[in-house]
């Protein structure tokens, strides 16, 4: 499927020269990782991977080096044909790393001493470690920043507080090595990532409709909502800017999503006002809203909190209590008609009827007899009322640790397949969001079978090509399917099946090789051409956010247009001869990048992350500090050495600003 590669020039006898990168792991992300600073950033790439075949996908007869190998050259083959096409917008040539050396591959078991010394790693710019093992990454960062303190270490940790305390712990080590260092750098020094966090939203917002994409900036909530064709007649609301133009076929389940070798039928990113008013028929991406942050809010739990009696008891025994409730009260009601006996009195006496515990009434009237005798039945009722209610109330207790199971009149939920990494954190996301999820897991000890089971999320443990697993599930009558286990096969059998149940079934599959996306499009579109397919790569859309955390910028978030990647990112204006001494809208090129925002706060105040949520008390009587990012620009403001803005770029349009930020540099 991959047809010949020609083999990559290798130069294991001569070490790279100082500034290279090295990438260390054992995926699809470092992979594609290099691919991104190679083939987008023009860097010189060492990647460090094992020896063998990869340990997810051992169906695959390549080795990890001879897929890494097979993906080089044909990134490698798509920019010559670029290059000897029509150019680039600029009239330069489509490779943007002429006279780069191509990629140099070692294999090595582990990142060891010897094998970074090997590498050069005294000498190297940056490292990213992207192993899938948290223990292994940390390890290997702690040994690199001994070999060389100034090294600027990316970090894939999946646990986000232990990510927070290394990240704190080796920029510590930094500023000890490097005395007054600038705090810029220093912040840049150590990032820590999580593919899983990177990815879940936009994997989470293929199930739904209409979905957005929210990216944080100091506080504020950026909303990047897609937007369909306006009707003819119909004015839509421009919001703050357009960020892109959907492919013509997006709104038509039966056509494919764009990508970057969709020609004139791809997406166009940050288009310039003419070619928006000019497209007809497609939908949109916007800028839509600006809200203040707040605390994180925490995934809500299907059917609600704690144990009240629906949960308890069935509502068969309910309603049993119940009539059994309204039978004493009419006994109440009528010995007090009857015998004319005060309402406590008589009260009390039919409660000892109903409990065998009164004498017989020998001497009492006639009703009085009755009301007794009809009190002893229905006290002969009660005993197997309570043990009933004993019973449930036991087995509740029993099961409350389990899984729950998916309830009958359950439709309009998620069936998410995989509860790994990825899985998981897509759980949590839909749940956020207050959809219905069902999640099916083939692994009852998983990663996330334990959230899964304190979210109380309906859960069917089997494997999903098995007749009966998606039954179980409601597949029939759910919205969505997510296929997000780390087998492609298996992903795809389980869309067909699922297709076969429910023709118009909204599908999302997790998918590596694009070639083998590209035929998983063609047949499901010609088996189901009126239900909507897409399919999403978990490391392609990690692997910008790592790539420039390696390029030491801060990158704000990515989001997912059809098939290609958006970022935002802060950057300072000095050093970057497109943005100094330009006005916003000279600033601004079609199809690259666009300054969204002015961080208007003086220099010495600023924040170094402007993800991060300003501090304030929301409980107490402070209203939340003001943000220093002004979004309201005027097409005429001048940008200033000294201002820092936050833009959208295209992969490529952040990749020409870094490389034009280190052209004028001043060399040390």
Known sequence: MLGFVPPLPQQPGRPPSAGHMIVCGDDALARRLAVELRFVYGERVTLLLPPGRDANSPETPLTQRGRAAALFGRMSA?????????????????DTNAGVEAVRIMEAPEPSDDVLEEASVDRAAALALVYDDDERNIRAALTARRLNPRLRLVIRLYNRKLGQHLEELLDQAAAVAMPGIDPALLDASTTVLSD?????????????????????????????????PPRPGENLDPGLCTLALLSSTTNDPAGSEGS???????????????????????????LEAISQAGPDRPATRMGGRGAPLAKVFSRRLRWSALGFALA???????????????LPHSAYLILLDLLSMNDPSEDGTTARKIIQIFSGVAGILLLPLLIAAVLEAFGTLRTASSLRRPPRGLSGHVVLLGLGKIGTRVLVR???LDIPVVVVEEDPEARG????????????????????????AKIHRAHALLALTSIDTTNLEAALYARSVKPDLRVALRLYDDEFATAVYRTLRTAHPGALTRSRSVSHLAAPSFAVAMMGRQILGAVPVERKVMLFAALEVAGHPQLEGHTVEQAFRAGAWRVLAIDATPPADRAPDLAAIPPYNPGGDATPPPSGLVWDLHPGYVLRATDRVVIAATRRGLAELLRRQRSVAPRR
């Open 449 to 472: 079978i334990p959230l899964a089971r304190s979210m109380h999320v309906p859960t069917v443990i089997g494997d999903v090509t098995q007749e009966g697993v998606l039954e179980a």
């Open 430 to 432: 839909l749940r956020e």
């Open 196 to 228: 899983a966090d990177t990815a879940a939203p936009a994997l989470a917002a293929t199930a739904l409709t209409g979905s957005s994409k929210i990216i944080q900036a100091e506080g504020l909530l950026l909303r990047a909502a897609e937007r369909p």
């Open 78 to 94: 798509a920019m010559n044909r670029a290059g000897n096409g029509n150019g680039t917008a600029g009239g330069g040539s489509g």
């Open 260 to 286: 970057d070798s969709s020609g004139d039928e791809a997406p166009q990113l940050l288009p310039d006002e003419q070619t928006v008013a000019a497209a007809e028929g497609r939908g949109t991406v916007v």
């Open 328 to 342: 004493a009260v009419a006994l109440v009601i009528v010995s007090v008609l009857t015998t004319e006996d005060s």
